[in-house]
């Protein structure tokens, strides 16, 4: 099967708000009058990313929501992405389940999938998703300011959980692998709650090397630091309690990586817009800290002893 | 050598024209008032579209030129761009001259680096471009009508002579040899002239597969067929006269891949504005055939004699 044999039958469709899709040499975007384009680009490469065993609906799925996770961050709504694939065969067998796990997110999502480019070559996805946002009105890792508070979405720590089974280093109950692995496997990303926090959130990021490290690009970026409550982080995992040391589960949801929820900051003054935002998206977040003006991490417990926080965060390059 | 001191160490630049570049969870594009988003992405694989051998400075300059090259096919006026690299290693020495070659380019066509990814795994080189056209005038694959004039920017074929030669399956002298991969190997994008077609070409792509492979994908996107002059044809390449036979040169120029140029079709009133656009950019166009109601391509000899043109042209999953 050739090239533009497998993008006809596998990934072209009907052009919806691109004003021109898949198939000349370039799409075309129009974004609406005041709108500024976010634009964001992941690779996911076979055996650093995901396992070879991954089922391809649920890669195709997580090749695109670590994408749209990036927009969301922005605060900027999902427009359209481009996919560019290298494949070891032309193999229809996956192709099939990868396209309409991608596709069913995209849709999911209202981001069309406008280009991109097949060859042959060691499994790699390469993703470029572009999303709207109101001019300034983008969500940045360099707005933290010190008295903000610092909350995060959802569940973090879990997908950690999931890797360290497969790599043998851990072992737990079904019930609790299960859920962890679809965690690891089928992140959603969180763009409704991202698009809310437009104008309630100071700074944003969000969490794929784990929840210290990605705060930590944010203070870097705003020139501060922070202090972290060991007593909320214990709380972020939704591995039930007893299953994990009280170590673990810090170490977990603090530097586990993998989560694709949002980490953000926001003043004091904007707790009922925080809370807004979270009852709009369907979502739990949970405070866990304030922007401090001494630059590093303090991660400390209620009663004020310090935990020894310099857990490894995940770098592809680490 | 950590992901973010990689991009910090040799791509990160002060942003000129985006509104936001390298460091956020996402970049921020402004397009200006009225303009249309030209949108593209190439991967280029180790083996599959360079050599190992390939100098990293030349490597870095074709990433992007393929790029540029389907803006310039679009009409586009190239804007900014993302990188994602998988990397076996993170190696300064191949780096500094890839990132060198890279933003070279990028400064002669006023593009910019706004953001992308590196992580480790098999090189690959994945690019994804952004130019402006305003609203309406994008060149489109789909405009070629029966009775236009089909033309074809600077020299084709050479490429494909350097390939020969490294594959061992061609023999020249070194004064044919170097020129012909120096053309393969740092393909300048026609920009310049695909800009000045806004308006005088009916349609347009660029010839990375081959000629006569990517002016079938106008026509099929057309409607229409072609016939091609055959001693026009034979003119196209830069390799003097002499080293190949006429059927050889025939088979590089109308087959041979990896040029860069631009095919292009225009009405038969638009001669003056092709020779225009032509002297603007600086850069020969040939006419080299006629767009026909009948489909398929038809290769002719001046003395009607038809050439059988069944030339395989790449495809990268062929």
Redesign the interface.
């Known amino acids: 099967?050739?090239?533009?044999d497998?993008i006809e039958r596998f990934f072209k469709r009907p052009v919806r708000r691109a004003?021109?899709g898949v198939?000349?040499?370039?799409?075309?975007?129009?974004?609406a009058?005041g709108m500024?384009?976010?634009?964001?680009?992941?690779?996911l490469?076979?055996?650093?990313?995901f396992l070879p065993t991954v089922d391809p609906r649920a890669l195709g799925h997580k090749a695109l929501a670590v994408n749209l996770s990036?927009?969301a961050?922005?605060g900027?709504r999902p427009l359209?992405f481009?996919?560019?694939?290298?494949l070891p065969a032309?193999d229809a067998a996956w192709l099939a389940p990868f396209a309409e796990g991608l596709l069913a997110l995209a849709d999911a999502h209202g981001c069309e999938l406008?280009?991109?480019?097949?060859?042959?070559?060691?499994l790699?996805i390469?993703i470029?998703a572009?999303?709207e946002?109101p001019?300034g009105q983008?969500l940045?890792?360099?707005g933290a300011r010190p008295g903000d508070e610092i909350y995060v979405s959802g569940t973090v720590g879990d997908a950690r959980l999931a890797l360290e089974v497969f790599r043998g280093t851990l072992s737990v109950p079904q019930e609790v692998f299960a859920p962890a692995r679809a965690r690891m496997e089928r992140p959603e990303p969180r763009s409704v709650l991202g698009q809310a926090l437009r104008g309630v959130a100071s700074a944003?990021?969000?969490v794929s090397d784990g929840l210290l490290g990605d705060l930590g690009h944010v203070l870097k970026?705003s020139g501060v630091g922070a202090r972290i409550d060991a007593a909320a982080a214990r709380t972020l995992m939704a591995t039930p309690p007893g299953v994990l040391t009280d170590a673990q589960t810090l170490q977990f949801a603090l530097a586990g990586g993998d989560d694709y929820e949002l980490v953000f900051t926001a003043p004091a003054t904007a707790r009922g817009g925080v809370k807004g935002a979270s009852v709009h998206a369907g979502l739990q977040v949970t405070r866990i800290g304030r922007v401090e003006a001494t630059p590093g991490v303090r991660v400390v417990e209620p009663d004020g002893r310090p935990v020894d926080a310099r857990f490894a965060s995940f770098?592809?390059?680490?």
């Open positions: 099967m050739g090239e533009f497998l004003a021109l198939g000349d040499d370039c799409a075309l975007l129009q974004p009058p500024q384009l976010a634009v964001t680009s992941d690779m490469v076979e055996g650093r990313h990036d927009l961050a922005c900027a359209a481009t996919l560019a694939l290298a032309a406008v280009g991109g480019d097949t060859t042959r070559g060691p790699n390469c470029t572009f999303g946002v001019r983008a940045l890792r360099s944003a990021v969000d970026a770098d592809h390059f680490g």
